[in-house]
């Protein structure tokens, strides 16, 4: 037997049971399953809808409202397991061109362009974010500084290989600069984010489309030079990228 949950006019999701013989269920069953699918039906939209409060619904990653809730859950689950925890910060390049010369929905079509190809470079276990604006976080449980180091340098080198078609059909490229910061056990989860942070605004200044890694530890035997200066740049070529125009 098989009953549709029914929410707003739009079928949600099926309740279904099944039996060992054929012929076993009877109309008592039948009633008995849509009462239950009834009772399901709350439960369900409650938790789309709390979803949907946490979603941007331009990119459909976590909003903003997400990121410390998840950061704080995230470090929580690190500190039961004893595991590591790392962060991306990233920020598109020069992105206010893009909608100054095509328009904001080019500018919407390149977000929502990047969301995807974040997705697609990421597991299953971690978190993208959309903080605002052109900025995105993801929180990567479980992931060692190399780990990190690694995948953003994957997202960034995809970025900048790709084309991204407008709804004008013109295509443009960007870039992107990437911050990157491990948690170190004890900090906040406003302090991770600040270190984050502070790596990628290191990234644009060292000439954007790289990543830089925020070398916590080495701040602490630092403290007294500037955030930019406690980053550590890992773009495999050396090169210095020159900045959009």
């Not at 029914?6 to 399953?33: C, I, M, N, Q």
């Not at 989860?189 to 605004?201: G, I, S, V």
């Not at 701040?219 to 900045?243: E, L």
């Amino acid at each position: 037997v098989a009953v549709p949950l029914w929410s707003a006019g739009e079928v949600v999701g099926v309740l279904a049971a099944t039996a060992g013989k054929p012929d076993r269920f009877t109309s008592y069953h039948e009633d008995l399953a849509s009462l239950l699918a009834n009772c399901a039906v709350p439960p369900i939209e409650k938790a789309r809808l709390a979803r949907l409060a946490v979603t941007d619904a331009q990119t459909m990653v976590f909003n903003h409202a997400y990121l410390i809730v998840g950061l704080r859950a995230e470090m929580a689950a690190a500190r039961r397991r004893a595991a590591t925890l790392s962060v991306l910060l990233m920020d598109l390049d020069a992105f206010g061109r893009v909608n100054d010369r095509h328009g904001h929905a080019a500018g919407d079509r390149v977000l929502r362009a990047f969301a995807d190809l974040i997705r697609q470079n990421t597991r299953d276990e971690d978190v993208v974010v959309r903080r605002g604006g052109d900025e995105f976080v993801v929180i990567m449980p479980g992931a060692s500084k190399r780990t990190a180091q690694l995948a953003a340098e994957r997202m960034r080198a995809a970025l900048a290989a790709t084309s991204i078609e407008l709804p004008s059909h013109a295509e443009v490229s960007v870039t992107v600069s990437i911050g990157a910061a491990c948690w170190d056990g004890s900090e906040s989860p406003e302090e991770l984010e600040r270190r984050a942070q502070d790596a990628m605004q290191a990234a644009k200044l060292h000439g954007r489309n790289r990543v830089s890694f925020d070398d916590n530890d080495h701040m602490r035997r630092t403290s007294t030079s500037t955030p930019q200066d406690n980053v550590i740049d890992i773009r495999d070529d050396g090169a210095d990228a020159k900045p959009n125009n």
